[in-house]
C-alpha cells in the first residue's frame, strides 16, 4: 500500500551540527514537499522537490524519484531549527499529499 | 491575501454543537485541501477541491462532516454533532492548480470539543 516513511523519527543535534533527514516513499509521485513545523504549528515549506537538488541557504535537498526517495540536509544547525520537519507526497495515482510521520529535530546551545 | 488564512485560530465548542471553519487560500489558487492534524502525528487529508467541486472527499471520516467552497475560493468546513474525537488542528492549504504545484498551507484552527 501507500507508505511515506520518515527516518530518524528523533534527533538531537548539537548546535553547529550538519544533519540528513530522510524520506522514503513507496510509489511514483507528482509533488513532493519538505515541511518545517514551528511550535505554533504553522508548517512552513522549506523545498518542492519531486525530483532533483535544491539548496537554499544553509538547507538543501535531494529527490532520486526512480529509487523513491529524498534527502534534507541542513547544515550549521541553529536552535531555530528545531521542530517536527515533514516530508508530504503526492502520487500519480491521486489528489492528496501523503505527509510522512516526521522527524523531531531539536537542536541545543 | 499573501498567504491561506484560516479563521479562528482557536475554537472551543461544547459536545454536540455544529461548528464551522473557515479557509481563504491564496489568490488565484484552485486547488484547495483541508487535512487534521492529532497531537504528535502528521497531517492527515480530508478532502480536495479543484474549483468549486470536490474532487476527493475520500478523506472525511463519516457524514458529520461536510466542506464546501461555492465560489471557487473561499471553504468552509462544517462538523456537525461535534465529538470530543473531534478535537485537532484542522489544516487547510491551496496551490495554484493541484497536482504538480506547490501547496501552502494555513496557520490552522484547533478545535477542542469539551
Known amino acids: 500500500g501507500i507508505q511515506v516513511e520518515q527516518s530518524p523519527p528523533d534527533l538531537i543535534l548539537q548546535e553547529g551540527a550538519n544533519s540528513t533527514l530522510r524520506c522514503n516513499f513507496s510509489d511514483s509521485v507528482n509533488n513532493l514537499q519538505w515541511f518545517h513545523q514551528n511550535p505554533w504549528g504553522q508548517l512552513i515549506n522549506l523545498f518542492y522537490i519531486p525530483s532533483g537538488t535544491k539548496q537554499n541557504g544553509r538547507l538543501s535537498a535531494t529527490t532520486v524519484a526512480t529509487e523513491r526517495y529524498s534527502l534534507l540536509y541542513i547544515s550549521s544547525s541553529q536552535t531555530t531549527d528545531s521542530g517536527v520537519y515533514f516530508c508530504?507526497?503526492?502520487?500519480?495515482?491521486?489528489?492528496?499529499?501523503?505527509f510522512g510521520t516526521g522527524t523531531s529535530l531539536t537542536v541545543i546551545p | 491575501g499573501a498567504g491561506v488564512s484560516q479563521t479562528p485560530s482557536n475554537k472551543v465548542t461544547e459536545k454536540g454543537k455544529y461548528v464551522e471553519l473557515r479557509c481563504d487560500p491564496i489568490s488565484g489558487h484552485t486547488a484547495l485541501y483541508w487535512y487534521r492534524q492529532s497531537l504528535g502525528q502528521g497531517p492527515e487529508f480530508l478532502i480536495y477541491?479543484?474549483?468549486?467541486?470536490?474532487?476527493?472527499d475520500s478523506g472525511l471520516p463519516n457524514d458529520r462532516f461536510f466542506a464546501v467552497r461555492p465560489e471557487g475560493s473561499v471553504s468552509t468546513l462544517k462538523i456537525q454533532r461535534t465529538e470530543r474525537g473531534d478535537s485537532a488542528v484542522y489544516l487547510c492549504?491551496?496551490?495554484?492548480?493541484?497536482?504538480?504545484?506547490?501547496?501552502?498551507f494555513g496557520q490552522g484552527t484547533r478545535l477542542t470539543v469539551v
Open positions: 492549504a491551496s496551490s495554484f492548480s493541484g497536482g504538480t504545484t506547490e501547496a501552502f
Open positions: 508530504a507526497v503526492e502520487f500519480d495515482t491521486g489528489n492528496q499529499f501523503y
Open positions: 477541491f479543484q474549483g468549486t467541486g470536490a474532487a476527493d
